[in-house]
Each structure stands twice: as structure tokens, then as C-alpha cells.
């Protein structure tokens, strides 16, 4: 049986970034797709730049940024999001609950009105429960802004009730806003963001894999070998293709199919996520200028963003990704979605007589991941029991969370020097 002292699973951006903090060491990274990326893989067709879904990079370390760049060839293009919202065909900026001035008289004052007097329960210290994400919702922001796009914009995305989501889903990527940020706003527009700046390479996300990808041997990266099982008592990994004894396991595969390779006892009802169809469409001209991407909250149509490559590369033909969410256990009929599809790009105006002359379309499952209370708390207990035998679970589904891309990286980085730390 071979031996190595870190086993990485998972050649996605978390994977990656910790086989590059681990340079100089012994490391494996088995990956269970034939190339590496994740879902930041890329694809070029008849000269249009897609990726799996819309993967845009907002730094807040310069340092991770610059590592990043002085590794990547080809222009990386930074660009001021301009982002609007699809409703019932009026465009209103993003985010909704910041501009509900923009709307007609009268949903407007329905909007002010209950938003209003949910500030003020909360200011008298009568704050309604907030148990799930849906209550919160309605808590900080009224039924009227709830209702026209909070609450049907997210049953989408997530494919679920909203009612059995953790009030903190979202975490820090949520757009909260006071009552005196959305009257400020009215007079004074700031509509910022996490991700008001983000930056896109013109040879599309895979080249910041690439560039993680660039501190580690190829041999050190062996794709099409999936994990199978780990004995934690051993500390040995059985793949596809062979046995493992690991001093380390990283992992950043689903953190419910690591517990199940793992063999430790959990409650696998409390993992539940979304699917998200995603397709790419590639046409003969220009469409609409402005956006980088569109939020679509209305029930009619089936999905609930689109998002414009031509307009960040400044090209002459419309590219876009369409998202679609699905439940865990739909099988979609791919080719009557599309259908679908292409008929609500009409419907809403993004296509008129555009000739389509490439296209694309992959699943991602998971996609969302559905975080509850009880999810919090498994996460956090089987986690601490797999590190107690050096298995460590790290990413957006490693961590069974909602994260960025350069949260992935931080986090690898972190753990790195902790495991790097206790052996010295």
C-alpha cells in the first residue's frame, strides 16, 4: 500500500489552493472528473468564453489577488457590476429592497408601508420571530418587499420552501439594508455590494484553476480516480484505482458523500440542496448593452437569472448563461427546458430574431446547498469527529455552506498552516 502524507480531494478551487499551500510537502490530489476545475471549468465554442455557471471573482486580499495574477497569462479584465432586476418587465436596479422607489406609485407605498412598520416592531422591541430565513425576511422587510422579490426570486433559486432555511442562509452575501439606507438611497443611489467589483479573465474562471493548479506537479494530480471508502481507524483511503495510508485527507467533495465514504454514523436527513440547470447560449448579434446579469422573480418564468459574457468582454455577439434551479430529486427533461428556456428569453424581450449559433448546457448537483439549523449543527459535529482522525472537510460543500471562490482559498490556506503548525 502506498503512503502519503497529504491527501487532497478534489482538484476545484479549494483542492487546488491547498495543494498549492502545501508546496514542497508530499501531496496527492485525486480528482474523480478527467480534468480538473470543478465547476469552474470553462468552455470555448465557436469563439464564445462560457463557463459552467457565471463565476466572477470579488477579492478582498490583495495579497490572494496578485498571487493569482503574477501566475495567469492574458488580460484579466476588472469591471463595476451593473446588475437590474426583471420586474413584470419593468428594470429595476439591484438590490430590490434599496429601490423600491423605482416601482409604481402605488407598490411603492404598499412596499414603504410595511417595510416601515417592520422597522418599527423592531425598534419597540416586538421583533417578529425569526426562525428561518423566510421569517426573516418578512421580519426586516415587510410583506410588500417580500412578497415582489425576495420570497418568490429565492424559492427559485433554492427550489424549496424558505420556511426550512437557517435565518443566516445567506451569511454575509445577503444584501441586508436599514430603513434609513433605503430612503438614503432614493436621493442618494448606492447600491454596492460584496461583488460591485469583480474581475474576469478573457480565457473564462478556468485560469485561475490554472494558476492554483501551476505550485503542484502534474504527476501530483491524478484525474478520473474518485474515492470510494476511508477507514479512519487506519487512516487509509481506498479509489478506484488503489489504496491510500494518508497522514492528512483534505476534502472538498460534498460533505455528505465524504461522511458516507467515511463510514461515521450521521443523520443524512438533514443534507439537502438544490440542482441547478445552467445553460449556455451563444447568438448571432448583440443583445441588450448594459447588464452583467438579470434577477428574475417572476413564477412564469422558469429561470430566475441570465447573465451576459458579451458585456463584460464588450463583444459584438450575445453570450449568456441561463440558470435554472431544480429540486434534488428532479430529473429534468433537459431538452424540453431548453425550449422553455429560449421561449422566456423572447417573452421577456432578450430575443427577437437572434439566430442561436452555439450552444451548452451542464447540471450542477449540488448546486445550493440548503442550510438549516439542523445542518449547522451536524456539519459542526461529524466535522470536529473526522478532524480528531485527520480528515479535514473544507469548500463551499467540503464546508456545507455558502462562501466565494476566494473564501475557498483563504480557508485552504488556513488550515494548511494549522496542519503545518501541529507537526512542527
Not at 37 to 66: L, M, Q
Not at 222 to 241: F, G, H, P, Q, Y
Not at 272 to 281: H, I, M
Not at 343 to 356: I, Q
Amino acid at each position: 500500500m502506498n503512503r502519503v502524507d497529504f491527501l487532497v480531494v478534489g482538484a476545484g478551487v479549494s483542492g487546488l489552493a491547498t495543494a498549492a499551500a502545501l508546496r514542497g510537502k508530499q501531496v496527492l490530489v485525486i480528482e474523480a472528473d478527467g480534468e480538473i476545475g470543478g465547476y469552474c471549468k470553462t468552455i470555448h465554442r465557436d469563439g464564445f468564453v462560457w463557463d459552467y455557471s457565471g463565476h466572477f471573482f470579488h477579492f478582498k486580499h490583495p495579497d490572494i489577488e496578485h498571487w493569482l495574477r503574477a501566475r495567469m497569462p492574458g488580460v484579466v479584465r476588472t469591471v463595476q457590476r451593473r446588475s437590474f432586476i426583471d420586474y413584470h418587465g419593468q428594470r429595476v436596479d439591484f438590490p430590490f429592497q434599496k429601490n423600491i422607489h423605482q416601482l409604481a406609485r402605488t407598490e411603492f407605498i404598499e412596499c414603504l408601508y410595511d417595510l416601515y412598520f417592520a422597522d418599527l416592531a423592531r425598534r419597540e422591541a416586538k421583533p417578529p420571530v425569526e426562525n428561518s430565513f423566510k421569517d426573516m425576511l418578512y421580519a426586516r422587510f415587510g410583506r410588500g418587499i417580500s412578497e415582489k422579490f425576495l420570497v418568490p426570486y429565492n424559492e427559485k433559486l433554492y427550489a424549496c420552501d424558505l420556511g426550512k432555511l437557517d435565518k443566516d442562509a445567506m451569511g454575509r452575501f445577503f444584501p441586508h439594508a436599514q430603513l434609513t439606507d433605503i430612503i438614503r438611497n432614493m436621493r442618494e443611489p448606492d447600491n454596492a455590494g460584496y461583488n460591485q467589483t469583480f474581475t474576469y479573465p478573457e480565457g473564462g474562471a478556468i485560469e485561475y484553476v490554472r494558476a492554483l493548479a501551476s505550485e503542484t506537479p502534474s504527476e501530483a494530480i491524478a484525474c478520473n480516480e474518485a474515492l470510494v471508502s476511508i477507514d479512519l481507524t487506519k487512516r487509509t483511503a481506498k479509489t478506484t484505482k488503489r489504496s491510500l495510508q494518508f497522514g492528512h485527507l483534505i476534502s472538498s467533495m460534498p460533505f455528505n458523500r465524504l461522511l458516507a465514504c467515511s463510514g461515521l454514523p450521521h443523520e443524512a436527513s438533514v443534507f439537502s440542496w438544490n440542482k441547478v440547470l445552467v445553460f449556455n447560449f451563444g447568438f448571432d448579434r448583440k443583445g441588450p448593452a448594459e447588464p452583467h446579469w438579470m434577477y428574475y422573480p417572476s413564477r412564469d418564468l422558469v429561470f430566475y437569472r441570465v447573465g451576459f459574457y458579451d458585456n463584460i468582454f464588450d463583444a459584438e455577439r450575445m453570450s449568456l448563461y441561463v440558470e435554472v434551479g431544480l429540486a434534488a430529486d428532479d430529473e429534468p427533461d433537459v431538452a424540453s427546458l431548453r425550449e422553455r428556456v429560449l421561449a422566456d428569453l423572447r417573452k421577456v424581450g432578450l430575443v427577437h430574431d437572434h439566430v442561436l449559433v452555439a450552444e451548452h448546457h451542464v447540471v450542477m448537483d449540488p448546486a445550493y446547498v440548503h442550510i438549516t439549523q439542523r445542518s449547522l449543527a451536524e456539519v459542526a459535529r461529524t466535522r470536529r469527529a473526522l478532524s480528531d482522525q485527520q480528515v479535514h472537510s473544507i469548500g463551499r460543500y467540503g464546508g456545507w455552506t455558502y462562501c466565494s471562490i476566494e473564501d475557498n482559498i483563504v480557508e485552504a490556506r488556513e488550515l494548511v498552516t494549522q496542519l503545518l503548525a501541529a507537526s512542527s
